[in-house]
């Protein structure tokens, strides 16, 4: 039951599709580094397709009907776009779901220090990394610094060529005989991830120490003291007008600098940071924004916090999905609460994340048959889980076999596939939570090399590939 390679069907046309596709693909990627990020290009591409912000709708005292288009945020960081299908939404939902959260390192509360006259901020990671891949590669921070008086400053660092960009320092190999004898995940420790941000040292002007106050002078005691750090606060205060304190109220991530680019000599891959998962946000998204006139009513549901367990307000455990879909049927005045049970239980869900490509490198840990490969389009994991299948949705038989029947009806390439061997290790996606509701859920995505190092790597053919089959998907 081998699969087919779908680079050797296309035709030029589809070829033109396939690169404009990818090419804002990458400007996606290489723009939308942190969850906000995401949220904020996409509400302004849902706009530009001519979404309304629910919010206002609800605001003016509106509604909504058949082919009228919404989508409600929360928080900046997770966000659900629908687009009001012909049939009563008490017939259910046909959702595209994927998260926009990526592994990376955050600042802490309090990161800024000063080590021998270098300026350091101490990071937390966040998701699963392997810690040694972060050290000796250019960083840039992006983020946002809430201040007091209710500002929030948005940061990015790194990115623009003419800037500046950051790093954690490698030890030299000739003095590495003790790190290189440790264990992988032990020789670079996670408190060790400490970004190197500043050198030069604040110079402070000459003055009649006898004229000043005795808070000047102890500041300047402070600036003298730690003059490299007083530098660093001295531009962060000019360029973003922000104080050390602000940093306890700012979500600040470090990220691989620089944009997504062609991979291969063939330029027929992808290498970007944060393709886990925003190859299956975007796609997802491209999909929804691309329909005309559904029949159900289609959702993209692009949600936080998937890397750290789906928790919180804006992760897909939160109750903001199913409020924002009371909202809509509200709105559309099929609002009752056996209503919204209905909708949610009789749904159709693609939960899509990125899949394990094969890496001919790490042959071992796949069994051939049941793994996704590069060029053979978009995957479905009827299920997932580690250990026996824990803690897996593992989709029903008859589910299975309508998306078999979707996707070949439309010509799509699509693949089957499982997380490794049995007991080589696992994983877990959001498609558990919305499975709570009684809605059919599917494991579905698209295949990566590398998956949660700073880049990772993906086929421009599967990215066309799940683009067309979320198309297919939302007009089933
Ligand atoms: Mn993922
Ligand atoms: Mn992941």
Not at 146 to 175: F, R, S, Y
Request: charged letters at 25%; hydrophobic letters at 40%; aromatic letters at 8%.
């Amino acid at each position: 039951m081998e699969r087919k390679n779908s680079w050797k069907t296309y035709t030029e046309e589809q070829r033109q599709e396939m690169t404009a596709l990818c090419e804002e693909y990458k400007d996606f990627l290489s723009r939308a580094k942190t969850e906000r990020e995401c949220v904020t290009l996409s509400e302004q591409m849902a706009e530009a397709a001519g979404y309304e912000r629910l919010e206002s709708v609800i605001e003016k005292g509106g509604s909504l009907k058949a082919g009228d288009k919404v989508y409600a945020s929360w928080m900046g960081k997770t966000i659900a776009l629908f687009h009001i299908g012909t049939e009563p939404m008490e017939c259910g939902l046909n959702i595209l779901g994927a998260h926009i959260d990526s592994p990376r390192l955050d600042l802490k509360q309090n990161p800024l220090y000063e080590d021998t006259d270098l300026a350091l901020l101490d990071t937390h990671y966040y998701g699963g990394i392997k810690k040694y891949q972060w050290t000796a590669l250019p960083l840039a921070l992006h983020g946002v610094v809430a201040k007091k008086d209710g500002t929030v400053v948005p940061v990015v660092i790194g990115e623009d060529p003419a800037d500046p960009v950051l790093v954690i320092t490698d030890l030299l190999p000739h003095l590495g005989y003790g790190q290189m004898a440790k264990k992988a995940s032990e020789f670079i420790a996670g408190e060790d991830l400490n970004l190197l941000i500043g050198h030069e040292p604040l110079v402070l002007p000459e003055v009649d120490e006898d004229s000043l106050s005795k808070e000047e002078k102890e500041e300047r005691a402070k600036q003298t003291k730690e003059a490299v750090k007083a530098n660093v606060l001295k531009l962060l205060k000019d360029k973003y007008d922000i104080e050390e304190e602000d940093f306890l109220s700012a979500e600040i991530e470090v990220v691989p600098a620089g944009p997504a680019r062609d991979l291969g000599l063939d330029r027929s891959m992808i290498l970007g940071y944060g393709h886990d998962d925003r190859i299956c946000a975007y796609t997802s998204l491209a999909a929804q924004l691309a329909l005309t006139a559904p029949k159900r009513t289609a959702v993209c549901l692009l949600v936080d916090k998937e890397e750290i367990g789906s928790v919180g307000a804006t992760g897909a455990q939160s109750r903001f999905f199913e409020n924002a879909v009371a909202e809509v049927m509200n709105l559309a005045g099929q609002y009752s609460e056996i209503g919204v049970r209905r909708c949610l239980s009789r749904s159709h869900m693609l939960s899509s994340d990125v899949s394990a490509a094969y890496d001919p490198n790490y042959a071992s840990v796949n069994e051939k048959k049941n793994t996704a490969y590069f060029g053979r389009g978009l995957v479905f994991n009827k299920y997932t889980g580690a250990r026996g299948k824990s803690g897996s949705n593992d989709a029903s038989a008859e589910y299975m076999a309508l998306m078999r029947r979707v996707m070949d009806d439309a010509c799509v390439f699509w693949q089957t596939a499982e997380l490794g061997k049995v007991d080589e290790g696992g994983g877990g996606t959001i498609a558990y939570i919305s499975a709570n509701y009684g809605m059919k859920v599917i494991d579905s995505g698209i295949a990566v090399l590398s998956m949660h190092a700073p880049w990772e790597a993906a086929s421009k053919a599967d990215i066309y590939e799940g683009y067309k089959g979320y198309i297919a998907f939302q007009q089933h």
